[in-house]
Structures are given as structure tokens and as C-alpha cells.
């Protein structure tokens, strides 16, 4: 069974830096993009935020986060990181990460479809 488990989320001031981590388990993860995404309040839809490659050459972010975010990976861990700097308040939201097959060297990334597996988040709250 695949699980995903999201840590590193907490209480912030706008400015601050908030290092989430996401550790997957119960298959193996070799070809498999990893991303986050965020939802910034209920009802609201989930977007992506950042992406990965499984060989960590190809990198992907929304334009609200580059500059600011730096998405890493650790295939040894399966574990994807997200480091977040110049935080503001926008960036207030749950964040989830997710999985998506692409095959080890495909570099392209995925499609919102094709992520097939999910955390059950973490709370990031920046406060202005």
C-alpha cells in the first residue's frame, strides 16, 4: 500500500522559511515524478506548486513560487523535500505531495491526471 507522509509544516512569519519533507513507502518509486501542491483555503482547488524528475535534473514551479521555493529529492530515502524562503501570507495552505509515473528518464512533467497517489498534507500558516 502507497503512503506518503508529509512533515515540516508549522506557524511562520511572513519572511520566514519552512522546510516540508515527504517520505514514501510501499512500492518502489523509480520513474516516479514527485510534486506538491497546495490548497489555500476550503473549497478551493488544489494547485501545483513544484515537481520533480526521478533523476532530479528537471524541475518544475508555479509562478507564484519561483524564486522562493526549491523543490530536492532523495531517491535513497524516497523522499522529496520542498524548501520554502520569502514566505507571505498567499503561501498560507495545506500542502500535499504526490506522485506520478513517467519512467526513469522521461523528463517531462506530468499532467494534474497523472499524479496517482497523495499525502494527506501538512498546514503551512504565515502570518503577516
Known amino acids: 500500500q502507497v503512503q506518503l507522509v508529509e512533515s515540516g509544516g508549522g506557524l511562520v512569519q511572513a519572511g520566514g522559511s519552512l522546510r516540508l519533507s515527504c517520505a514514501a513507502s510501499?512500492?518502489?518509486?523509480?520513474?516516479?515524478?514527485m510534486g506538491w501542491f497546495r490548497r489555500q483555503a476550503p473549497g478551493k482547488e488544489r494547485e501545483f506548486v513544484a515537481?520533480?524528475?526521478?533523476?532530479?535534473?528537471?524541475?518544475y514551479y508555479a509562478d507564484s513560487v519561483k524564486g522562493r521555493f526549491t523543490i530536492s529529492r532523495d531517491n535513497a530515502r524516497n523522499t522529496v523535500y520542498l524548501q520554502m524562503n520569502g514566505l507571505k501570507a498567499e503561501d498560507t495552505a495545506i500542502y500535499y505531495c504526490?506522485?506520478?509515473?513517467?519512467?526513469?528518464?522521461?523528463?517531462?512533467?506530468?499532467?494534474?491526471?497523472?499524479?496517482?497517489?497523495w499525502g494527506q498534507g501538512t498546514q503551512v500558516t504565515v502570518s503577516s
Open positions: 504526490a506522485t506520478a509515473l513517467r519512467g526513469r528518464y522521461d523528463e517531462r512533467p506530468p499532467m494534474a491526471g497523472e499524479y496517482d497517489a
Open positions: 515537481a520533480n524528475s526521478w533523476t532530479g535534473v528537471s524541475t
Open positions: 510501499g512500492r518502489t518509486f523509480t520513474g516516479y515524478h
